[in-house]
């Protein structure tokens, strides 16, 4: 299964998401230091980092490319 993190901060909500089978394949959060963390512990995603107004149609078209 595959998934998308809005307001993702450092990931700790996906700590153990990959243990049971769900992806987070892009993420978007709006500060740099705590986007940063979230990339280093989980490399594979895309980051998508400032403000989710600003971003949400990159979010949405990621999300349609991955078949979320």
């Given at each position: 299964?595959?998934?998308i993190?809005?307001?993702a901060g450092g990931g700790i909500g996906e700590?153990?998401?990959e243990d049971i089978g769900i992806t987070t394949v892009v993420a978007n959060e709006l500060l740099p230091d705590?986007?940063?963390i979230y990339s280093h512990r989980f490399?594979?995603?895309q980051m998508?980092?400032?403000d989710i107004r600003e971003n949400k149609d990159k979010?949405?078209?990621i999300a349609k490319q991955e078949d979320l």
């Open positions: 299964m595959k998934a993190s809005l307001f700590t153990y998401l705590r986007a940063e490399p594979s995603t998508i980092i400032g979010l949405i078209e």
